[in-house]
């Protein structure tokens, strides 16, 4: 008797826990309407207990605790059931009392062992004794948890009933009392994803409605309700069924996903715990009418295209990511996370492990036009004084199965000794282009041996600093076939990468969150830090011959008459992904394709190969994708203003590779461009129709015509690239991971990876 004494004496009246009080957080689109209200860990509003209807209390006396208004707290027979079954080893459940739960529930810890029962025990006299009756059912009520993410009793009425918690009748309080018995169980809509065999909608329903009645019969059984009331309740009240943005479906949760770790990411003294709580309000940067807009477009291609039923072998699991970036300040106005939040788990606009093929070779570009070729002739170290910048107009060898070389000269060979033998899509040989033509058509020997004769780390350093992260998605670059894309960033910083080419070379990092509020008070605002990611000529360049692809070559499903478009193509090996990245003057979009297995069950996840689906006999970064891309930009850019992207300044000297010789030892024709490598201010954009791009016929040998443009052959090819096993992210500033087969992979046009393997279209 002393030591209980001293226990109970020591022991202290429940702080509630934390998340058992959470109040909902409450997410905006970027015009400041209310995207969704969501408490993060918990969808729960408190209300008083005057608030509470009697009917409800009435309910959950009758169906748990009868002499709640009288009793201290505790059931001492089911407390000695309890400590017997726990002293033998069994189970240590026992009967417990409303005050009971309420204490169990208010504390941090759920584990059911000895110690803690006994402390239980202690904690629940007192709480009998120096709190109200009123206190604990409020408390009980607004803690307890009701199944479909609603926790008290307020959000349980509005999930279940739509409604506030004052306006139930006794009829829909039985029943939520009866949820209370655990919702997995008693939900009429079931809980097959937890349990299929006996969660089923039939089987819940069943039980539901057995104890629905029971509880009004109890309830007249203890003078709680009248006979004459309980005989107007003979049709059970069924709830409205599960509305999929209540559980954060559709797009509404890979949107939250993104804000919430854009969020904390930005802000480390917010926990995760102290979000969990609730009672922010975070504006977003997302634009309900773009996000709808990428959405319907991607349906468009599954209704349409997409026939799982027809061509299981080939139209299975197949996935789509997207993402929508403003270039001038990084905000992300829209992304395509999957078809349904709440059964595709992976958010598709992130890292997914899905190689980009030949959308990376614009870096190999930029890097050639930043940095130079090197002189095979200088010094191991290379500095500046042995590179010489490289021009678009440069010559390299297009031809299949072309002999890699390192800088120097030397055949590129693997571990094993074997010579990389680079192909082309369909094993064509276009032999000395311009790199114009080649980025063009997406052929591979080119980029691949200009990224050797520049240094794949120098491509590296460009991809970085125009916004793709050095991370696990970022593949080996001490191999040629990183130049042609066997990385695999999210579409979100494909996205903003190719944003930093529309805004002349200024980075800006991709974010979700614009500001954020506390109860009120602004505690984060998002501050714009611009970086120069390279010179404003070489980004204007590689522009222009990006707008050379759209008009003539490879992305001209992309084309939207009227406007200034730049875009790439990008296949990977054996058809596993598919891509196109495009931007206009003002807006960024990368859309992905790729096909793999999403239950998140299933361990070591594999891309499948997408030979016919959506009977086409390939897909390429041409078809599907930038059909997507196409529809989703021609509605996004619908009234907005008409942009055109800055004219390019010249740059860097016709330089030669990969076996192309100069026509001449002096080659005085060719027109001086060399300009100065310093940047010049930005030229300003204004509204205008664009200028159309000169005929694109030029030969490899034709001066005047190359400086003017670069060719229109628009070869249409497909090209391929080794798949990786994807680990989902969870957002734009957290690194994802990924294996994945080797790769060369490009546009849409160029080869099987050479004779290694590889992206290639």
């Not at 203890?222 to 107007?232: I, S």
């Not at 509404?252 to 926990?271: C, E, H, M, W």
Request: aromatic residues 8%; proline residues 6%; charged residues 20%.
């Amino acid at each position: 008797m002393g030591l209980a004494g001293l226990a109970y004496a020591m022991v202290g009246t429940p702080k509630v826990k934390d998340t058992a009080t959470a109040q909902n957080n409450v997410y905006y689109w970027a015009n400041n309407t209310q995207m969704i209200a969501t408490g993060g860990a918990a969808n729960r509003q408190e209300i008083s207990y005057a608030q509470i209807p009697e009917a409800m209390r009435n309910a959950v006396i009758s169906a748990e605790n009868k002499s709640f208004e009288t009793d201290q707290g505790i059931d001492p027979m089911g407390i000695a059931r309890a400590f017997y079954n726990m002293a033998k080893g069994g189970e240590t459940q026992g009967g417990s009392t409303i005050t009971q739960q309420y204490v169990k529930n208010s504390r941090l810890s759920q584990e059911q062992t000895l110690s803690r029962k006994f402390e239980e025990l202690f904690i629940t006299l007192k709480v009998g004794k120096t709190e109200s009756k009123q206190t604990i059912m409020a408390g009980y009520l607004n803690i307890s948890y009701y199944g479909r993410g609603a926790s008290g009793l307020q959000a349980a009425a509005r999930t279940y009933y739509g409604t506030d918690a004052s306006k139930l009748n006794p009829s829909q309080c039985a029943f939520l009392a009866t949820l209370l018995k655990g919702a997995t169980y008693y939900d009429p809509a079931g809980a097959p994803e937890i349990d299929p065999v006996q969660a089923t909608a039939e089987k819940n329903k069943d039980r539901a409605e057995k104890r629905w009645r029971w509880i009004l019969d109890e309830e007249v059984k203890d003078g709680r309700m009248t006979k004459a009331e309980r005989d107007k309740y003979t049709e059970f009240p069924m709830p409205n069924p599960p509305r999929k943005d209540a559980q954060l479906g559709g797009q509404i949760g890979y949107l939250v996903s993104l804000a919430r770790t854009n969020f904390l990411n930005n802000n480390p003294k917010v926990t995760p715990e102290d979000l969990a709580r609730g009672g922010y309000e975070i504006h977003t940067t997302f634009d309900r009418d773009k996000v709808n807009k990428l959405n319907d477009a991607v349906k468009k291609v599954y209704d349409n295209k997409i026939k799982p039923k027809q061509r299981p072998k080939t139209d299975t699991h197949v996935q789509f990511g997207g993402a929508s970036v403003d270039p001038e300040t990084g905000a992300i106005r829209a992304i395509y996370g999957g078809q349904d939040a709440t059964t595709h788990y992976t958010n598709n606009a992130d890292t997914t492990g899905a190689q980009v093929g030949s959308t990376f070779k614009p870096f190999v570009l930029a890097a050639a036009m930043e940095y130079g070729k090197r002189d095979p002739a200088g010094p191991p170290d290379q500095g500046e004084s042995e590179r010489k910048k490289v021009s678009p107009k440069s010559i390299y060898n297009a031809d299949d199965k072309l002999k890699i070389k390192k800088y120097n000269g030397e055949i590129w060979t693997d571990e094993n000794g074997k010579e990389w033998l680079q192909a082309n899509d369909g094993h064509e040989s276009r032999g000395n282009i311009t790199l114009r033509e080649a980025m063009q058509h997406s052929a591979n020997s080119p980029y691949v041996q200009l990224g050797m004769d520049v240094g794949t780390d120098k491509v590296k350093d460009v991809a970085v600093a125009a916004g793709l992260r050095d991370d696990k998605s970022m593949a080996d670059s001490t191999v040629p076939s990183f130049s042609i894309g066997t990385s695999q960033p999210s579409a979100i910083r494909m996205a903003g990468a190719y944003g930093t080419f529309a805004t002349s070379g200024m980075q800006n990092d991709p974010y979700s969150v614009s500001e954020a509020k506390y109860r009120g008070e602004i505690i984060y605002q998002h501050k714009k830090v611009s970086k120069r990611a390279f010179p404003d000529a070489v980004a204007d360049n590689v522009t222009d011959v990006l707008k050379n692809v759209v008009e003539h070559g490879t992305g001209t499903p992309a084309q939207l008459p009227g406007r200034d478009v730049a875009g790439k193509t990008g296949t990977t090996d054996d058809n596993k992904s598919a891509w196109f990245v495009g931007y206009t003057p003002q807006l960024s979009t990368a859309i992905s394709m790729f096909r793999y297995d999403d239950n998140e069950k299933h361990k070591n996840r594999k891309f499948e190969k997408m030979y016919g689906t959506g009977g086409e006999q390939t897909i390429h970064g041409a078809s599907f994708p930038a059909q997507i891309w196409h529809d989703y930009m021609a509605d996004a850019l619908e009234g907005t203003d008409v942009l055109t992207f800055p004219k390019p300044e010249p740059w860097g000297d016709t330089v030669y590779g990969g076996g192309a010789k100069s026509p001449s030892p002096t080659p005085t024709i060719m027109p001086s461009e060399t300009a100065s490598s310093t940047p010049s201010t930005t030229p300003s954009r204004t509204p205008s129709s664009p200028t159309p791009d000169p005929s694109g016929s030029c030969g490899a040998w034709d001066w005047n015509c190359q400086s003017s443009n670069g060719g229109n052959n628009g070869g249409n090819s497909a090209g391929t690239g080794g798949g990786g096993t994807p680990t989902p992210t969870d957002g734009v500033t957290s690194p994802g991971t990924s294996t994945g087969g080797g790769g060369n992979g490009n546009g849409n046009g160029n080869g099987n990876g050479g004779l290694f393997g590889g992206p290639t279209g």
